[in-house]
């Protein structure tokens, strides 16, 4: 079984949205809010290293397809196979992305016998989606000395958890501009 590894940055308050630009009035967060610091960003290599496949939402995928490929330090992701979990896309041409229409596809692919783990960036609704069915299995996420107040948030308050009754804390480390690396499997 391949593990699901949602990863993001997020706020101390949680709000995951827009970290690099978007639509929330302080879009772009991650770099104009908080000092630069290499170190926090190594594990955003060894993710495209351990990966397999990525999984993305329908807004994400339309976010990040026109610009990934374009992004040499993005060369991994954009060879490895690609999901997009949405009811509505017919397609894409972003090289080697493949449509899934359910949460039910994703478990499946979860059990297929494909290498390397399936990472899941950009979107709050499809991982709030995948802990409420228990489909998540590790979280890699850099948490950011900010209070963002509004915004889509990793971890909804009113939903299930899919049965996690616990997290525990792989790695974790603090940088100098005060961002958090924490690595957490999640506990059934």
Known sequence: MRPI???TMLSLDGVMDSPGGGEHPRAGWTFKEVPFEEAAYEIKG???EEAGSML???VSHD???PVWPT???FEQYN???K???SSTLEGSEWNNTHVLRSLDDVAALKDSDEPGS???HGSATLAQGLATAGLVDRYHLLVFPLLLGTGKRLFSTDTPTGGITGLSVLESETYANGVQKLVLDVVR
């Open 79 to 81: 060879a490895m196979p």
């Open 56 to 58: 993305l939402g329908r």
């Open 71 to 73: 992004m040499p330090e």
């Open 63 to 65: 976010e990040f397809a």
């Open 5 to 7: 590894v949602v990863t």
């Open 83 to 85: 999901y997009v979990v």
């Open 46 to 48: 060894r993710e495209q």
């Open 118 to 120: 399936i990472i899941v």
